[in-house]
């Protein structure tokens, strides 16, 4: 099974930028879509970005034109580059396939916590 650990969190300021990044312990090239997902404070986990094998894309209408995901499949390893921070964006952030299925287990993720 790949592992995958998230990196790349912190506090910024509101209308700050931060690049997560998901290093898979294995590789992800097959994988059909890999996603990053997002928990804020006392809700569900949500999907708000995906990236295809083929380099499609997809994002939430809510980090639409702000956030933007990539891959290296060289390097196993999938980014978020989130621009234009608001404080709605903090959550922890995780990496999974899409769609998600019981046997992908969860990482530990990465905060991002964005002040007013």
């Known amino acids: 099974q790949v592992q995958l650990v998230e990196s790349g969190g912190g506090l910024v300021q509101t209308g700050g930028s931060l690049r997560l990044s998901c290093a898979a312990s294995?590789?992800?090239?097959?994988?059909?879509?890999m996603g990053w997902y997002r928990q804020a404070p006392g809700q569900q986990r949500e999907l708000v970005a995906l990236i295809t094998k083929g380099g499609g894309t997809w994002y939430a209408a809510s980090v639409k034109g702000r956030f933007t995901i990539t891959r290296d499949n060289a390097k196993n390893t999938v980014y978020l580059h989130l621009n234009s921070l608001k404080p709605e964006d903090t959550g922890v952030f995780y990496c999974n396939p899409v769609p998600h299925t019981p046997a992908d287990s969860w990482g530990q993720g990465t905060q991002v916590t964005v002040s007013s």
């Open positions: 294995g590789t992800i090239f097959n994988v059909d879509a």
